[in-house]
Structure formats: structure tokens, C-alpha cells
């Protein structure tokens, strides 16, 4: 059975650090693997989707790296600032369209 | 496009009573999905639908009943709400012509059940 872990739990950083959150999983078969950002009340914003072909996406100061063989992505954040803040969801797909086993969330404070 | 749209944002029911979460999208996705998220447990797949009029269980289908009748709307219906069930509500679509199972989600239902 699939299980997504992400550590740490919680992550409170000043601003302009760099900073990597972390997802693992125990199945490598995955089909790709997404994540998200959720703010408070809100719903999931997809930020980057990295298949399983791929070692990495990026988008602006986001950069997403997929390791199937150690079952491990990170998500690297350049510059953080307040703005980021929020609680960042990784996310594995088993297989096309089937289903997203989802990890519980990082949630990061970025203060000024 | 308005992406994915859930109706309401906020219920509360009492033990017993039942009523239906809306979800629709239009941006003509195949695959549309219902999520519950509660503290600590992350998501958790209820329902899913690959195509109008095909529908499958996830891991926590219990209580919950789902149809599609069209390709845009994949409504959630609990019979007889428990506090169990006490939960936001995420709808998520995606393409699969796209190739990619990027998914979309909702803004969400927070659903209280006393």
C-alpha cells in the first residue's frame, strides 16, 4: 500500500532563506507525483507535477526533484518570503487517473 | 473558465438529515473526484468518476453516494449525515486526453454535522 510522508511537519523561517520541504513514499511505481499549496480555508492551488519520467520541474523560485529509486521529492524554494506561507501538499499518482495518495502537509511560516 | 466550482461553502447539518455537495467543472474533464481532508489525516479519496455515467469507491466510501449523469457536474450525496462526517469536502477534475493527471480542485465545502 501507498504512503506519502512529509517531514517536517511545520517549518517557521525568516525571509529570504532557502528552504526544502520534503515527500516520500514507499511504492516507486508511481505514475507522477504533484505538488500543492492550500492556504487557510482555502482550496489546493497545484504548483508543480513532476512525472515519473522526469527528475525535475521547475516554476519561478519553485523547484521540484522526483527520485523514484530512493522514493523520495523535494520541493527547494528560493528567497522565501511572506507570501509563501501556507501549508504545501505533496501528492503521488498510482496510476493514470485512479487516484492521489496525499502526505498530511508541510506548513510553512515565512516571517518578515 | 471557472475551473472547478463546489456549492455550498458551509453547511451544517443535524444526525440523520441528508443533502447533496455540488460540484462542477467546464473545462470538459473525464475524471472528476470527491476528497475529504481532515486534521492530520490528510486527504482521502471517496469517489471517483472516469466519464459521465461511471463511477467507482476510493478508501473511505462509506455514507456517501455518487452519480454522473454529464461530463460536468459529479455531485456528493450523504444519505444520514454522522458527525463522522464532520469534514471539508474537496472536488478535483482532470483530463485525461492531457496525458499528465494534473489534477484541479475546488474551493472546498466545510461541512459540520452535529
Known amino acids: 500500500k501507498q504512503e506519502v510522508t512529509q517531514i517536517p511537519a511545520a517549518l517557521s523561517v525568516p525571509e529570504g532563506e532557502n528552504l526544502v520541504l520534503n515527500c516520500s513514499f514507499t511504492?516507486?511505481?508511481?505514475?507522477?507525483l504533484q505538488w500543492f499549496r492550500q492556504d487557510p480555508g482555502k482550496g489546493l492551488t497545484s504548483l508543480l507535477l513532476?512525472?515519473?519520467?522526469?527528475r525535475e520541474q521547475t516554476s519561478g523560485r519553485l523547484n521540484a526533484s522526483l527520485d523514484k529509486s530512493s522514493g523520495r521529492s523535494t520541493l527547494y524554494i528560493a528567497a522565501s518570503q511572506p507570501g509563501d506561507s501556507a501549508t504545501y501538499l505533496c501528492?503521488?499518482?498510482?496510476?493514470?487517473?485512479?487516484?492521489?495518495?496525499f502526505g498530511t502537509g508541510t506548513r510553512l511560516q515565512v516571517f518578515p | 473558465n471557472a475551473g472547478v466550482t463546489q456549492t455550498p461553502k458551509f453547511q451544517v447539518l443535524k444526525t440523520g438529515q441528508s443533502m447533496t455537495l455540488q460540484c462542477a467543472q467546464d473545462?470538459?474533464?473525464?475524471?472528476m473526484s470527491w476528497y475529504r481532508q481532515d486534521p492530520g489525516m490528510g486527504l482521502r479519496l471517496i469517489h471517483y468518476?472516469?466519464?459521465?455515467?461511471?463511477?467507482d469507491q476510493g478508501e473511505v466510501p462509506n455514507g456517501y453516494n455518487v452519480s454522473r449523469s454529464t461530463t460536468e457536474d459529479f455531485p456528493l450525496r450523504l444519505l444520514s449525515a454522522a458527525p463522522s462526517q464532520t469534514s471539508v469536502y474537496f472536488c478535483?477534475?482532470?483530463?485525461?486526453?492531457?496525458?499528465?493527471?494534473?489534477?484541479?480542485f475546488g474551493p472546498g465545502t466545510r461541512l459540520t454535522v452535529l
Open positions: 478535483a477534475s482532470s483530463s485525461r486526453l492531457a496525458g499528465t493527471n494534473e489534477q484541479f
Open positions: 511504492d516507486s511505481a508511481i505514475y507522477n
Open positions: 513532476i512525472q515519473s519520467s522526469q
Open positions: 501528492a503521488a499518482s498510482i496510476l493514470l487517473l485512479k487516484k492521489l495518495i
Open positions: 473545462m470538459n474533464h473525464e475524471y
Open positions: 468518476s472516469v466519464g459521465a455515467g461511471i463511477t
